[in-house]
């Protein structure tokens, strides 16, 4: 069981078994190979959300009225093989109970175990949203090193089922596996070239998955405005580019997380960003589920 229920994210008032959104913190970044602070992200991001409004004139949503829970923090582990075990543990039984979990780190190693515990017949296809590829065999001696994820899901998923957007850096090795490997990536270079809803559209073609989760490192998003972060990287996209790759998944979005928000280098700004994400994947998901009209993305 979770071991804390310090702040909760805001408007995250209904319980476990009514809720339909399920948000679970995992403090953990053993993982992280160059500026350490993700394991404060959950807190941070919680504490940042009670600045919103619950009212969102978008969907005519009121977030206060969705059912939403915050089942609080993970229990630290001791390495990435633990942390992946708990987090399977964790999450395996809400997919069971068709629930959507929203997952905060964190560093990125703690995305694959959500994913991982998704049931085999789910037909889930991944958006991984990060600067980087991911796609190392190992790091510093670690299959879950928070380098490898990509790799990981690929190896669970298959490389059809996992889509990379706004990558801008990779080894050579890399990018030669992967050139065997044959995951697809679109780099922010085509985002800057082709436009977003281009490059979203074509992604989730390519998903072949009846349901899409998304796993945001949210070093994706341009250090200028998500500097807060474990190793930031130049060129990056909008925070408006990743509300509309939330808005084209929303109708086949089952699940979100949001990593490697870094507290110690934030002044709030990136932790704020990654709470409004959140919100707007729950309003915009939930607005779908009641069939509401929704302005286009
Ligand atoms: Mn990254």
């Not at 310090?6 to 500026?35: M, N, Q, W």
């Amino acid at each position: 069981m979770p071991a804390t229920h310090l702040p909760t994210f805001a408007d995250a008032s209904a319980s476990l078994k009514e809720a339909h959104y399920v948000i679970l913190g995992v403090p953990f970044d053993r993982t992280t190979s160059f500026r350490p602070g993700a394991r404060f992200g959950p807190d941070a991001i919680r504490q940042q959300s009670w600045n919103f409004e619950p009212y969102n004139f978008e969907t005519g949503l009121d977030l206060s009225e969705v059912p939403v829970h915050d089942l609080g923090n993970a229990e630290e582990f001791g390495s990435a093989e633990e942390m992946v075990r708990g987090v399977r543990e964790l999450v395996k039984p809400l997919w069971e109970d068709g629930k959507f979990p929203i997952v905060f780190g964190g560093d990125h190693a703690c995305a694959p175990p959500v994913v991982e515990s998704a049931p085999r017949d789910a037909s889930l296809g991944v958006l991984y949203l990060d600067a980087h590829l991911d796609f190392r065999e190992s790091y510093l001696g670690d299959r879950r090193s928070h380098a490898c994820s990509a790799r990981r899901m690929v190896e669970h998923l298959g490389a059809s089922r996992v889509v990379v957007l706004g990558v801008r850096s990779m080894s050579r090795d890399e990018k030669e596996d992967n050139d065997r490997l044959g995951m697809p990536y679109f780099s922010t270079y085509d985002i800057h070239r082709d436009g977003i809803r281009s490059v979203v559209t074509r992604a989730l073609e390519r998903l072949a998955t009846d349901r899409v989760y998304i796993t945001l490192d949210i070093d994706g998003i341009d250090p200028a405005y998500a500097p807060a972060t474990g190793t930031p990287e130049p060129f990056g996209m909008t925070p408006l580019d990743v509300k509309t790759v939330i808005d084209l998944a929303a109708p086949r979005l089952a699940g979100l997380d949001i990593m490697e928000v870094s507290p110690p280098w934030d002044q709030g700004n990136t932790s704020s960003l990654a709470a409004r994400l959140a919100r707007e994947a729950i309003l915009r998901v939930e607005g779908h589920r009641q069939g509401r009209t929704l302005p286009p993305p």
